[in-house]
């Protein structure tokens, strides 16, 4: 399967046209690179399950999206060379090669304006809005500083890993589709519709830009700033409520016996004469 040639004619250039690189490998190290990615890809995605099942706010959620992120992290450079890709200049796109910054940061800032609009629109469908707000959870209860940490260094870990290692080891038949195909099949160990959807739209665009770019920069730095911003600016829409903890009823207590009046007794007493 490939991208149709009426979707690209409808993108922007810097995210069609190629820029040139020569990123060619020996086969032993391409069959060692699809080895490590294969292994890196199973155990990520096992914790990605495992990291979102947990409590917010626990050390047990903290500990394993780092774990996630580290795997990511040494199995996307663990599997061979990485790079970091180029960009052509706009007015003189022959000759001039630079590192992408500045549209990369803008696509991000883009992808969350149409993500704020589907997300309006998501939380009048219950199961979207459940799936949402389930997440958004770990950053409405967890620390503010730790949550943002753990979103950056999870977004930068994947793009090491999946437009990184894993793109690479794909080779030359569609490269995009397949990466982002193996981008929703681990996201699926979430077992959460809200965030597969998202990293099939995100990582479609990721991967047109490690295929323009040639590198991990471009997809790196729109992974962060659109997390950045979802982050930021999602939680509110959804009241996210904590779990209230549930807490054993107590008995309603027993009325106190009122004490017989004298009266009361000397009846008693009289009738039993």
């Not at 990291?51 to 959620?61: A, E, Q, V, W």
Request: charged content about 20%; proline content about 7%.
């Amino acid at each position: 399967m490939r991208i149709p040639d009426r979707v690209l004619r409808a993108l922007p250039p810097w995210l069609v046209e190629k820029v040139p690189r020569d990123h060619r490998e020996s086969d032993a190290a391409f069959r060692r690179r699809r080895r490590v990615v294969t292994g890196t890809a199973m155990a990520g995605a096992g914790l990605l399950g495992a990291s979102l099942s947990t409590t917010p706010d626990s050390t047990r959620f903290y500990g394993l999206t780092a774990a996630t992120a580290a795997t990511w992290v040494v199995g996307g450079v663990a599997s061979g060379p990485l790079h970091l890709g180029w960009m052509q200049h706009r007015r003189r796109p022959e000759s001039i090669l630079r590192r992408p910054v500045l549209t990369p940061v803008l696509t991000g800032v883009a992808a969350f304006g149409g993500f704020y609009a589907c997300a309006l629109v998501a939380r009048h469908i219950p199961v979207l809005e459940r799936a949402i707000s389930s997440v958004l959870r770990y950053a409405d209860e967890g620390s503010d500083r730790l949550v943002l940490l753990t979103t950056l260094s999870n977004g930068a870990a994947e793009e090491v890993f999946f437009r990184g290692a894993l793109y690479a080891a794909v080779g030359e038949k569609h490269p995009v589709v397949a990466s982002t195909g193996v981008y929703m099949l681990a996201t699926l160990a979430t077992r959460n519709p809200a965030l597969v959807l998202a990293s099939g739209a995100m990582g479609a665009l990721f991967g047109l830009q490690r295929r323009s770019s040639g590198g991990i920069q471009a997809p790196l730095l729109t992974h962060l700033t659109w997390s950045t911003l979802m982050l930021r600016y999602l939680p509110p829409l959804f009241n996210v409520a904590p779990v209230a903890s549930a807490e054993p009823m107590s008995e309603p207590t027993a009325e106190p016996r009122k004490a017989d009046s004298p009266s009361n007794s000397r009846s008693t007493s009289e009738s039993s004469t």
